[in-house]
């Protein structure tokens, strides 16, 4: 990062993808930083605390609880990342005015 910023490149950082306004998951002239590996889920000992990357679909999340006793608020659609869902959410008409 201190690369691409101290050479004034432009950056976008794509998580899942999903997003469709122009330059949110992609970049045309810049540096594209993919987060598709950080897709780790795991659940703690007491079973208190769900960690997952980014990249992790609501569904995998969904499947790795399910049976546990265990559940987190995400999104009817499952094919969705983490990291759209939680940033981008459902206020999609605020996403263009906060880049």
Known sequence: MRIV???GSKFSICSGGHN???NSSSIGTGVLIDLS???QISLSTPK???TFGPTSSFENVYQMLHG?????QGTKNTALSA???IL???FRSF????R
């Open 20 to 22: 469709f306004n122009v």
């Open 68 to 72: 546990m006793g265990v559940s987190v």
């Open 37 to 39: 590996q950080l897709n």
């Open 5 to 7: 910023t101290s050479a």
């Open 88 to 90: 981008g959410g459902r």
């Open 48 to 50: 208190d605390t769900v």
């Open 83 to 85: 990291g759209g869902v």
């Open 95 to 98: 996403i263009v005015l906060y």
